[in-house]
């Protein structure tokens, strides 16, 4: 892949996750009832920032859980060796206003597998959508809660996001297949 365009940098992202927690605490009146879900792999790492942002400013822990949705997915049976990851939610869902996070919102079906894998844990009060980017191009009728950044592209265009946790760099780019 060739990197085409810088579109996040570092303070990019911090000011983005702040902002998001702020709108997040006033949405749910507090963060009492809240728990965070954040999907594998860039998901989590959000997740975690956005979970600490909001414990800052409320005072109170909050739960982070982290869902793998490989085997939930509509195309697990066309992947040559599927990327399993670490599905850990260890606290109860029901009644509880889930806060799913993740970094790409594309075609809207990764969202629909994590929807399917959630339900399996119990019976949340809400699900409300975080994610870094939505890029568009929609197969399904899923829209995100709180976005950090639209970034239109076209269809032969990745965005790839970069996160200290894993990557080592914090930083969003729209890649070209070469």
Known sequence: MKEKASILNENDIERILKRISHE???????SKNLV????QKRGVPLAVRIAKNIEELEKNDLKI???DITFYRDDVASKIKPVIE???IPFEIDGKDIILVDDVLFTGRTIRASLDAIID???PKTIQLVVLVDRGHRELPIRADYVGKNIPTARDE????RLKEIDEIDMVTICQAE
């Open 65 to 67: 859980g982290r869902l």
């Open 24 to 30: 997040i605490i006033e949405r749910n009146k507090g």
């Open 36 to 39: 965070f879900i954040g999907i």
């Open 158 to 161: 990745f965005v790839e996001v």
């Open 121 to 123: 844990f119990g019976r």
């Open 86 to 88: 670490i599905t850990d």
